[in-house]
């Protein structure tokens, strides 16, 4: 089955603080794996793929196939960067390509 | 900057009603999805559309539940006689192509059942 495990439901850091929110998946194959934030009264958007290799608002993702874990990181948050996070996956395996989503982590930033 | 858009944003509705939310996708995409968000769970994947018909639905995606694409423009979910449990943010999403590309979101629907 298809699943991904995002355990930290808030993560509160001061601003200028390293960011990890961590993200583990289960997924017999190749899954192709995203991060979407959601900002207060915003829609979902995409924050940064796998494939694409980017950093993005100065995050980064790492996939590590080996551990099963596609961690979003940045050296230095912001309070802009306040919202929620969410780990997805997408790959044959999963149907059509829908995303499987996991539950989500609340970044806090603060001053 | 083309966007999905939804509407209602909000819709209250009693218990054994019918409930259509709907979604106005990206023009030139092809792929077309209805998410839930019960309050406080993760974004589950109800269905997924493509060519005018269901190309997969997941266990939510009872009878109870349709899609519909009637203009070539709207796309639509009608829930025929909604539940207590049915209350949640839904999301429409659209792609260009099924296999890769950005999925691209509304900004929800929010369902309340009494």
């Known amino acids: 089955a298809q699943r991904v495990t995002q355990p930290e439901k808030l993560l509160s850091v001061f601003k200028g603080a390293p960011v990890e929110l961590k993200c583990n998946y289960s997924y017999s194959g190749s899954p192709e794996l995203f991060w979407y934030v959601q900002y207060s009264r915003q829609r979902l958007q995409l924050l940064l793929r796998h494939i694409s290799r980017e950093s993005i608002k100065g995050f980064t993702a790492d996939l590590n196939k080996g551990e099963t874990s596609f961690h979003l990181k940045k050296p230095f948050a912001q309070e802009e960067d306040s919202a929620m996070y969410y780990c997805?996956?997408?790959?044959?395996?999963?149907?059509?390509?829908?995303?499987?989503f996991g539950t989500g982590t609340r970044l806090l930033v603060s001053p | 900057e083309p966007e999905v858009t939804q509407t209602p944003s909000h819709q209250v509705t009693q218990m054994g009603q019918e409930v259509i939310l709907r979604c106005v996708p990206i023009?030139?995409?092809?792929?077309f999805y209805w998410y839930r968000q019960i309050l406080g769970q993760k974004v589950e994947f109800l269905v997924s559309?493509?060519?005018?018909?269901?190309?997969?639905k997941s266990e939510i995606f009872d009878d109870q539940f349709s899609v519909e694409r009637p203009d070539g423009s709207n796309f639509t979910l009608k829930i025929r006689s909604t539940k207590l449990e049915d209350s949640a943010m839904y999301f429409c999403a659209s792609r260009l192509r099924g296999n890769t590309g950005e999925l691209f979101f509304g900004e929800g629907s929010r369902l309340t059942v009494l």
């Open positions: 023009s030139n995409h092809l792929y």
């Open positions: 559309f493509y060519n005018n018909e269901i190309s997969e």
């Open positions: 997805a996956l997408s790959g044959p395996g999963t149907g059509f390509q829908k995303l499987v």
